[in-house]
């Protein structure tokens, strides 16, 4: 058997008629994935009889067929390629090559299309879409085509949503705020075997112009901040997200051990997450997420959506969470439990409706050299994703990041972070009468004893 140097993603509906001559022109050395995506005359069985290895991916769209076919995939490098014939296979070793050399992170299939194979209103809606997207954004694309290639990690850690016709779209914002290298390269576009059921047809080409135009609307273009309409943010109209993980003996807070066992630790990591959940749920919010790594079974999650932290170093995290929300997002930790209402109170009446001044974002910095919260008007997984975490220079290099994005920063209150033994005393003192003034009361004796 020859070794698989690539995967090529073959999303199906119905394409039995185009299939033999599709897989018969995949390269030596690639395997043919076909994502069969709820077809009925068998596309499924005779992809599997060709020699393809097929996925069965129940939810019908582009998007959910090809990102099925991207999580089977194994091979260094992943590609995409329509299954009704319009694309050669034959063509793809050209794509992968500026990716093996290193001068191109995701490249392209500019489509150069013979008479007949592309619909009059298909092709201008795509060049509409290109020209939003070189114009407004700078990606330089003259094609939103469906044959393309990357390494397949990184086009996994890119972390596309869109499950409809706004995957392709999706994937370039994505790479592009990335800081990828995109390629294109011109390929052969024939005229389809059988029926369109997308681009082919008036209804299909509105539905997926609909799709990718809202991610289109959902970015600022790069270099411009929103307009002073898009800043007013009304008091209950944020997203409150808490950041969090399971609370388990020896994996959290082990920096209180000792004096505190690594049992106490994990109580005083539990008391604290319990009193941020309850200081949220005080706060006017129209969402409250808790984005959250592990089982959140033992949590009381009354008034919040769990939402589960991908795989990652915590800058990618949070840059993926910053990614999933629309609207105003503010972020806080679990470990700064004694912040109050008054702490954010500069936010809330900066983004009020009736305010004219409008930071684009917030933070607050923590005594450790970190950050307890940050909050953006407009959220961007770009303008955290790369900065350093858990060091003393962590805060700094976050509001430096967000000034440099030409955002107007304003600061909320220096908190301290429960971390060490005298963080949990100086924050117990601070929260006399709790659950976790009285946990941290009972394992130190007294405040006065702790160094």
């Not at 390269?185 to 681009?199: D, F």
């Not at 305010?355 to 008007?377: K, T, V």
């Not at 959220?379 to 994703?385: A, E, S, V």
Request: aromatic share 4%.
């Amino acid at each position: 058997m020859n070794e698989i140097r690539a995967d090529v993603v073959f999303p199906c509906l119905d394409e039995r008629e185009a299939l033999p001559w599709v897989l018969g022109r995949v390269p030596v050395g690639w395997r043919a994935i076909v994502v069969d995506n709820g077809s009925s005359d068998g596309s499924g069985e005779l992809a599997a009889q060709l020699g393809a290895s097929v996925v069965v991916e129940p939810r019908r769209g582009f998007g959910a067929a090809v990102h099925a076919g991207l999580e089977h995939a194994s091979a260094p490098f992943v590609a995409v390629c329509d299954a009704d014939g319009s694309l050669d296979p034959a063509e793809l070793p050209a794509l992968l090559e500026p990716l093996e050399t290193g001068d191109a992170d995701l490249v392209l299939g500019a489509r150069r299309p013979e008479r007949g194979a592309w619909p009059l209103h298909a092709r201008l809606a795509n060049a509409a879409l290109a020209g939003a997207l070189r114009l407004g954004f700078g990606v330089p694309v003259s094609d939103l085509g469906p044959m393309r290639a990357a390494r397949t990690e990184a086009l996994r850690g890119l972390g596309l949503r869109d499950r409809r016709s706004g995957y392709p779209l999706e994937m370039v914002l994505r790479a592009a705020e990335s800081g990828w290298r995109i390629a294109e390269l011109p390929v052969g576009y024939a005229p389809r075997v059988g029926r369109s059921k997308v681009t082919g047809t008036l209804k299909g080409t509105v539905t997926a112009v609909r799709d990718m135009a809202g991610h289109l609307a959902s970015r600022a273009p790069r270099g411009r901040l929103a307009d002073d309409g898009a800043r007013r943010v009304p008091e209950g109209c944020l997203t409150i997200a808490v950041v969090a993980k399971e609370c388990v003996p020896g994996r959290v807070k082990t920096r209180l051990s000792p004096p505190f066992s690594p049992e106490e630790a994990a109580l005083v990591a539990s008391l604290s997450l319990a009193a941020t959940l309850d200081a949220v749920r005080s706060l006017p919010a129209r969402r409250r997420l808790l984005f959250f790594d592990g089982d959140p079974g033992a949590v009381d999650t009354a008034g919040f959506d769990v939402l589960a932290q991908p795989a990652g170093d915590l800058d990618t995290r949070l840059g993926a969470l910053c990614d999933a929300v629309d609207g105003p997002l503010l972020v806080l930790g679990m470990d700064t439990p004694q912040f109050t209402a008054d702490d954010l109170a500069s936010l809330f009446h900066d983004w009020a409706p009736d305010s004219r001044r409008g930071a684009d974002a917030w933070l607050g910095l923590a005594h450790d050299g970190g950050f307890w919260a940050i909050a953006m008007a407009r959220p961007d997984g770009r303008l955290i994703r790369g900065v350093p975490m858990s060091r003393p220079d962590t805060g700094s290099r976050q509001l430096e990041r967000l000034r440099r994005a030409g955002l107007t920063v304003g600061l909320l209150p220096r908190l301290r972070d429960i971390d060490t033994a005298a963080d949990a005393v100086a924050v117990a003192a601070v929260m006399g009468g709790t659950d976790l003034a009285a946990a941290v009361g009972r394992v130190l004796g007294a405040v006065e004893r702790v160094p």
